[in-house]
């Protein structure tokens, strides 16, 4: 008897248990497909040339990244255009990079988004004095006509913008010597005299910059029309770079220089992960946020979409700081529990109420075996009730001794064994009831 209810119970909690963990399972099934897989191990960083901001800053960027274990790839290219056609590419593999303030063609179909403006990128005019008179000090672009001036290699943000400034100016390949000469190579050329002039586009701290405020024999244009630019050109600010502040010692530079600047802004395809977004957030925010030659400790990195709307984890960032798990826990289990929370609210919803029906299902199912005798049990009552013929009555109770051992034979779990008692109670109390009918006590089983 304790085997055929053992078998019964299982029986019973397979056949509750079963579709309950199929409902789960396809609720499990269901919320995976919108759980972001686990962020990639690499990110590929579109830079720019050789010893230019870009490429400074993504060596920045390099170690900061390493430390959650994502390995940062850096692609060199020629510059900001080359970057904005890279992170276009749905065939390229670059998941962000650098693209410098004036040098996106608006298109509808841009699925690429802003983390924020990091930095500004002055315009520095570096010039050979010597091809002036003796008492004239360049102060407009105008002043390069004639001149052979390097604007930047070919394909890069620099070379766009320098050919927008001389244009404003009047300006094109018939009145100076286009050279296409960026960064490094431009420096060298103006040094070496293969060059009278040369726009360069990056931080003080880039190398070509770095190289020209301390060559002899070169100078940097103040330039006097630099609020006028600003109202032609929105993309670009007006910096001053104070007397001394690049080396005090040696008064570099001399005077207060004029200067232009686009904002430089942090790009990312749509696709690029999420949480690969939110450490390349706080990359730029530990690498930009500190006091400069040119910014105040804060300025930089800030919710600004120069280019492309800003992403919505920019703005979260911006407004909150660090995604909450992150400021307590390593990266990939901060990860782990934000793919997970996403499973679970749904599992969670699916799995109280199936938790609370399940054992209301298996009490239904033990009681309904029992209500089945109940109503066999009440015909049969109102059939004796009905019935005075003896023979019969004979007959009835036969057919109540058969109910009374399929009640015994009811695999009944002990938390249900009232009701099988109450049952065989009732049984009990027809028989009496037939037996009176018949004229007879009915017996002590007692």
């Known amino acids: 008897m304790a085997e055929r209810l053992r078998r019964a119970s299982w029986r019973d909690m397979v056949l509750i248990g079963l579709p309950s963990l199929l409902v789960v399972a396809a609720a499990f099934w269901a919320a995976a497909q919108f759980v972001q897989p686990a962020p990639p191990k690499q990110l590929i960083l579109a830079t720019g040339g050789a010893g230019g901001g870009y490429q400074r800053y993504a060596a920045a960027y390099k170690p900061l990244l390493a430390e959650e274990g994502i390995t940062l790839v850096e692609r060199p290219t020629s510059g900001a255009m080359e970057n904005l056609a890279l992170l276009r590419d749905p065939d390229s593999e670059v998941d962000a990079a650098f693209i410098q303030g004036g040098v996106v063609d608006k298109r509808e179909d841009d699925d690429l988004y802003s983390l924020g403006a990091i ?25 390069l006509k004639g001149m052979r001036v390097a604007v930047g290699a070919s394909g890069s943000g620099n070379r766009h913008l320098a050919l927008e400034l001389l244009q404003l100016n009047g300006l094109d390949d018939r009145h100076v010597t286009l050279l296409e000469a960026g960064g490094i190579t431009a420096a060298e050329a103006l040094q070496k005299g293969r060059a009278d002039a040369a726009i360069v586009v990056g931080p003080v701290q880039s190398a070509a910059v770095w190289t020209l405020l301390y060559a002899p024999g070169i100078k940097v244009m103040n330039l006097a029309q630099a609020d006028a630019y600003t109202r032609r050109l929105a993309y670009l600010s007006h910096l001053v770079l104070p007397r001394g502040s690049v080396d005090l010692l040696r008064d570099i530079p001399d005077r207060d220089i004029h200067l232009l600047a686009p904002t430089a802004t942090l790009a990312v395809k749509e696709g690029t992960h999420p949480a690969l977004v939110d450490l390349l957030l706080q990359a730029a925010s530990e ?25 919505p984890r920019a703005e979260h960032f911006y407004k909150s700081g660090k995604p909450l798990l992150q400021r307590y826990l390593p990266f990939w289990a901060a990860n782990l529990i934000d793919r997970l929370v996403v499973m679970l609210i749904p599992l969670i919803a699916v799995l109280y109420p199936v938790a609370k029906m399940a054992p209301s299902l298996y009490g239904w199912r033990i009681r309904s075996r029992i209500f089945k005798r109940y109503g066999e049990l009440k015909f049969l009552e109102a059939e004796a009730l009905a019935e005075d013929s003896g023979v019969q009555r004979q007959a009835l109770l036969q057919r109540l001794d058969a109910i009374e051992r399929d009640a015994a034979r009811i695999p009944t779990p002990l938390a249900f064994s009232d009701m099988l008692y109450t049952l065989r109670g009732h049984i009990e109390i027809v028989r009496a009831a037939i037996l009176r009918q018949d004229g007879r006590q009915p017996e002590n089983k007692s």
Do not use: C, M
């Open 119 to 143: 930095y500004q990128e002055p315009v520095w005019i570096f010039y050979r004095p010597s091809r002036f008179g003796d008492k004239e000090v360049p102060d407009r672009l105008l002043q």
């Open 287 to 311: 690498t930009h946020n500190g006091h400069g030659l040119l910014q105040k400790a804060g300025d930089f990195p800030k919710a600004q979409a120069v280019e492309f709307p800003l992403s």
